[in-house]
């Protein structure tokens, strides 16, 4: 299995906080941009985007081939979504974790009560896998798909990535992200999408 011209995206979410309160607030009516259509800013830089994904901040990014364009590219958005939040209100902050308990007052819209709109399969049975219910508590989970684009892609050699995946990222994620809230909902070993415009997406 020869790999050529490996690419690596993301589409990171975060929370939206208020520094005051510590209390997480809905993403809803701060951050501009949906699902399908990122907001982009005039002063982004091509292939930068923002959008809201349930009560979350979500960002994307251009897809590169080295990691410090990778982590810079993260780093970017995460101090933009900051500035942008703060420019609204001064209270408010980003908070990057994997779940978070969000106050019902912040869970009315329709939006905030959507999960697995977007299905995605699991590498080891090749099924997809089921969606995942609303938890009742409140919980909200933020996490990234990461994006992998190679030289004329196949689901064989798809699949061997995302195996790959799970043995590189996915358990030394576990090791160093202790919350058992998220891994409940989604961000399963061989989780993962087959994209149409030629891109692996990661589920983590």
């Not at 002063?43 to 979350?56: A, C, K, S, V």
């Not at 409140?138 to 990535?161: E, F, K």
Request: hydrophobic content about 35%.
């Amino acid at each position: 299995m020869l790999v050529r011209n490996i690419t690596i995206g993301a589409d990171p979410e975060l929370f939206i906080v208020n520094s005051k309160t510590g209390k997480v607030v809905s993403s809803i009516g701060l951050i501009p941009g949906v699902k399908g259509e990122p907001y982009v800013g005039e002063d982004m830089p091509n292939g930068f985007g923002l959008e809201t994904d349930n009560i979350l901040a979500e960002f994307n990014i251009p897809p590169v081939k080295d990691c410090a364009n990778f982590i810079n590219n993260i780093l970017y958005m995460q101090d933009y979504i900051r500035k942008f939040v703060k420019n609204i209100n001064p209270d408010l902050d980003i908070k990057c974790s994997a779940s978070e308990i969000v106050p019902k007052d912040q869970l009315q819209s329709d939006e905030a009560n959507e999960f697995g709109c977007s299905p995605d399969y699991n590498a080891y049975t090749e099924d997809e896998n089921p969606k995942p219910d609303v938890p009742k508590d409140g919980t909200r989970s933020a996490g990234a798909h990461i994006h992998w684009g190679y030289d004329n892609p196949n689901v064989d050699t798809s699949l061997h990535i995302i195996k790959l995946c799970d043995a590189f990222i996915g358990v030394p994620s576990i090791i160093l992200d202790t919350d058992n809230r998220r891994r409940k909902i989604y961000g399963k070993a061989g989780s993962f999408r087959l994209c149409d415009y030629g891109e692996l997406i990661k589920n983590s």
